[in-house]
C-alpha cells in the first residue's frame, strides 16, 4: 500500500486504474458502467491530486472512487436512458442490478459474480472492497465514512448472504 | 465464551487483536459449530477472491479516451512556449531569407514553414503518448 508518497497522476492510473475497474465491474456487472466509471474517478483524482495531503492515501482513493460511483448511480436513477415503456421497471441502476444482468451472469456461468450482484448494495460494496480490492477493514472505513464495526459487520454478513445463495 | 460470529471473519482476514484472536481460537477448538461456520465463510470469501482480475478494456474504450485525454491536458505546454516557438520559427525563416540567396535552401525553407509550422506551434517540444501507450501503462500489473 502506498502512504505519505507524493504521487503523480500517472502513476495512481498505472498502479490503480485496473483496481477501480474490476471494482466497478464487481459492483454492477456492466463492462460498459465500470468503464465509464473508471474513467471518471481518474478524471477526479487528477483534478484532487494537488489538494492530497499525506496520510491514507488508499481511503483517499477509495473515497472518491465510491462517491464517484454514488453520484453516477444518483444520475442515472434521475436520468435514465429512455427506456420503451416495457423495460421502465427494469431499467439497470448501480444498487440494484436489473435482473437481466444477474441471469446474465449465471448464463456465462459466473454464479459468484451472479450472487455478489443479489447482494444489498452496502454488503456487496464492503465484501468487494475487502476481498477485490484487497483493503484493511481501516482502510475500508475511511473509504465508506463507517465506523470499523460497522465494516465488520456488513462484510460478515455480507458472506454469510453469499454463502446462502452460492449453496 | 458465547459463539463468536462477527469475529470469524475478522479472525479470517487477521483483523482481530491478539487478546481477541486468542479467545476466538480456543473457542474454535471446543466448538464444531463455530468452526463450520468458519469454514462456510472461509468458502464464501474464497469464492470471491477466485473471481478473475479484469484487464481495462482495450481499443477506443471510454476509459482510453478518458486516459488519453487527462494526459493531454497534463503534458499540454502553456501557450506563451507554443506562441514563443512559432515566434522563433518565423524568425529563422526571415533571417535565412533574408540572408540567403534565392536558391533551392530558401525553397526547403519555405516547404518546411508550411509543411511543419503549424503542428510545431501546437506541439512544440513533447510528443504525447499514443493512446494504446497509454492504455498499456494503465493496464500494468497491479501491485
Partial sequence: ?167 | MTHPSEPLSALLDGELTEPDRTRVVDHLSTCHACRDELNELHSARASVRSLPLLDLPSGLSPVEKGVAEVLSLRRRPPAWVAAAAAAILALFIGVATILAPPTSLEVRLDQLSDQYGARTSLEPAITPRTPLQVIDRVAGPIE
Fill in chain 1, 1 to 167: 500500500m502506498l502512504e505519505d508518497a507524493p504521487l503523480t497522476w500517472e502513476e495512481v492510473a498505472r498502479a490503480y486504474g485496473r483496481k477501480i475497474y474490476n471494482f466497478a465491474y464487481r459492483l454492477t456487472g456492466n463492462a460498459d458502467h465500470a468503464a465509464d466509471l473508471t474513467q471518471e474517478v481518474l478524471l477526479r483524482v487528477k483534478k484532487g491530486l494537488a489538494g492530497y495531503r499525506p496520510g491514507s492515501f488508499e481511503g483517499w482513493l477509495w473515497r472518491i472512487t465510491r462517491n464517484a460511483f454514488l453520484d453516477d448511480t444518483r444520475r442515472r436513477k434521475r436520468r435514465p436512458t429512455a427506456p420503451l415503456p416495457e423495460e421502465i421497471d427494469r431499467v439497470a441502476s448501480y444498487s440494484s442490478p436489473a435482473p437481466d444482468q444477474v441471469l446474465a451472469a449465471v448464463r456465462l456461468g459466473d454464479d459468484i459474480q451472479a450472487a455478489l450482484l443479489e447482494l444489498p448494495y452496502d454488503f456487496r460494496e464492503a465484501v468487494v472492497l475487502c476481498d477485490i480490492v484487497g483493503l484493511s477493514y481501516e482502510e475500508i472505513s475511511a473509504a465508506i465514512a463507517a465506523p470499523i464495526g460497522t465494516v465488520r459487520s456488513r462484510i460478515h454478513r455480507g458472506r454469510k448472504m453469499l454463502k446462502e445463495r452460492l449453496q
